[in-house]
């Protein structure tokens, strides 16, 4: 059986270094069985991969691989308290998706964040999720992303 990590090095991806936060909380918190993840946005080497509202400077596709990056930061989250091994189960994925007034495709950016979990824990990456489209995120990023996971 292979790890969540070598599935995701199949893919041509890694688990990043956690990002550091950029105001006052922590990457993530574990609770009984759960880990709960703070909101992650989509930096890889320390910057963003993109800035602005989704249908307008950022494109659908690029907002789709935001959420596969804010996934991955959010998997180094959950690998501060428990190794993904662990991880039972994704419970929940909240995607919010900075975007104009016109755009209506946020299920469709939150693909990328459920689509990289199914592929990296099968069954159990299955999860209840919303997609939310709002105004305004932290630093102009166009998505953001938090989970719950079930470990054990």
């Known amino acids: ?28 918190v574990r609770s009984g069985d759960h880990v709960y993840t703070s909101g992650q946005l989509p930096f890889r080497a320390g910057e963003l991969l993109g800035v602005g509202k989704v249908g ?11 959420a596969q990056q804010c996934v991955l930061n959010a998997l180094a989250a959950i690998r501060t308290q428990v190794p993904l091994e662990q991880v039972r189960r994704v419970v929940k ?27 990296v824990f099968g069954d159990a990456g299955r999860h209840a999720r919303s997609a939310v489209g709002v105004p305004v995120l932290p630093l102009d990023a166009p998505v953001e992303v938090e989970m719950v996971v079930e470990v054990g």
Do not use: K
Not at 102 to 116: M, R
């Open 1 to 28: 059986m292979t790890t969540p990590e070598e599935r995701l090095a199949a893919m041509g991806l890694e688990v990043p270094e956690v990002s550091a936060p950029v105001a006052a909380y922590v990457p993530a």
């Open 56 to 66: 307008g400077a950022v494109t659908p596709e690029e907002a789709y691989a935001c």
């Open 93 to 119: 994925v909240v995607a919010f998706v900075a975007s104009t007034t016109e755009f209506t495709g946020q299920p469709a950016v939150a693909n990328g964040a459920s689509e990289l979990l199914g592929e």
